[in-house]
Structure formats: C-alpha cells, structure tokens
C-alpha cells in the first residue's frame, strides 16, 4: 500500500464514528452513575436565537478583539448550541493552516456558551480535543456542542468542528468538563479594572451572563 493510502486509510478510520459518543473518553470525563440529564433553564434563549458575545473583550466571542475569534454561538434544542467562526489570517499556526490552540479554543468558547443553557456560571476544567483534519485559513469552521450530563458542579459536553458547514467533514472534536463556580470565582481573581467595566455594562443580558447568572 502507497503511504498516501495508508495516510487515508488511517483518517478514515478515526473519522468513522460520526459523533463523539463513539470515542472513549479518559475517566474523569465519563459522567459517574449518579449524574442526571441536563435540563434546560426555562428562560435559556430560543433555538434559533444568537446568544451573542457574554464579554466585548473575550477573545472567543467578544467583538473588541481585532484578532479575536469572533464566534458566534446559536441556541439549538435542548442543551445544544451551534456555531461559527471564520478562520483569518491571524490564527495560523503552519502557513496557510489555523493553529490548533485557536480550534481548541473555538471549542472551549463553543462548549462555554452551553453554560448558558442552564444559567450557570462554569469554567473549563478538562477540555479534551481530537484534532482530525487540517483547517485553512479562510474556512467557516461549523461547531455543534451539547451537554451531555449533570453531577452536582460537573457539567460533561462534547462538540465538534466542521469544515464549511453542517454537512462537512470532521475536523475536530472534544469532549470537557465544565465545573460550576461562584461568581467570586471572576470577583477575587480576575482583575479589578475589567470587573467595573463588566459590571456597568449598559447591555444587561451581557451584565447577567457575566456575572449575575441565578440557576
Ligand atoms: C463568565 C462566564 C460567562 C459565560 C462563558 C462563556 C464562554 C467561556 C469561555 C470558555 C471557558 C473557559 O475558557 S474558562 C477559563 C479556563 N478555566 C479556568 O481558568 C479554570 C481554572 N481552574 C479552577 O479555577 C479550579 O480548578 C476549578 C474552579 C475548575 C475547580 O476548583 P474547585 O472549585 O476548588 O473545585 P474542585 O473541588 O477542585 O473540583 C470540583 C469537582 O470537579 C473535579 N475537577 C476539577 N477540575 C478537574 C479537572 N481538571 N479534571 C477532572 N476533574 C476535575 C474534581 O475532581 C471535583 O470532583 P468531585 O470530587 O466533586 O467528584
């Protein structure tokens, strides 16, 4: 067999399962017995509805970053989210090629904003990624997230990445766990400067993802 055979053969047969159900998952990112479904917050947006940026100068989805992500996340059904973002120039690694901290980060803000779903303010604890295909620059990257499970703080999600849109192929996955926090979690350690500006943001959806999410 030509080595270019090999190579397909060889993405082939990661590609094979079409979700990321079908990968094993390291231990601290299987939900444990006791965890339950996730339940959508009766105020969590439409499906359909843009949740827009949660921070103006978040580097993910916040619009006050010229070299930012700009993703922009869109409620689905239950507890899932799609999104986009335009890989630019800016976000190379290899010439030519997204750099795959910028898609693990296009995965982490994806799987984020599913936070919102629920009305709980989470951080990333572990985030997994599976990188498949290489990305261009100039692709529309098409994610879909969901969660998949609740423990107590312990929220498990898992996304993936499409070349082009919804019907295109894999190019990356993962799968996280998000834990719940305080909003002392962004008061005591963030930085006070940022904090004030957040808070008297005149946009209040922005205000209350931020900081003032009641479950
Ligand atoms: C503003 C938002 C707007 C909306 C936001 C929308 C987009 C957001 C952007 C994307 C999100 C990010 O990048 S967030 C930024 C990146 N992440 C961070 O900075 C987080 C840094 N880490 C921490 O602050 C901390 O380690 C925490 C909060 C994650 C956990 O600390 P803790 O609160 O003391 O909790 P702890 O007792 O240690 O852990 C609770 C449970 O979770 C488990 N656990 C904790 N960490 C891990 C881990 N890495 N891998 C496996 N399991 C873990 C523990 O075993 C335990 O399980 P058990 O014993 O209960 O079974």
Redesign the pocket.
Known sequence: MSTENHHRDDRDRRERPKSAAAEPAPP?LVPPPNALPPVRHPDAPAPGELLGS?YDH?F?CGEGQPHGLHLQARAGDGVTITAEFTVQSAHQGAPGLAHGGVLATAL??TL??L??LLRV?A????LETDFVRPVPVGTVLFLQAEITAVA???IYSRAQGRIGGPDGPVAVRAQA?F?E?KVE??TENGRADEIRAVMSDPDQIRRV???EVNP
Do not use: M, Y
């Open positions: 601290s949660h978040c993910g982490d803000e984020g904003s936070n919102w303010i951080v990333t604890g572990r107590g703080r312990k766990l834990i926090v979690h962004f993802r931020a900081f």
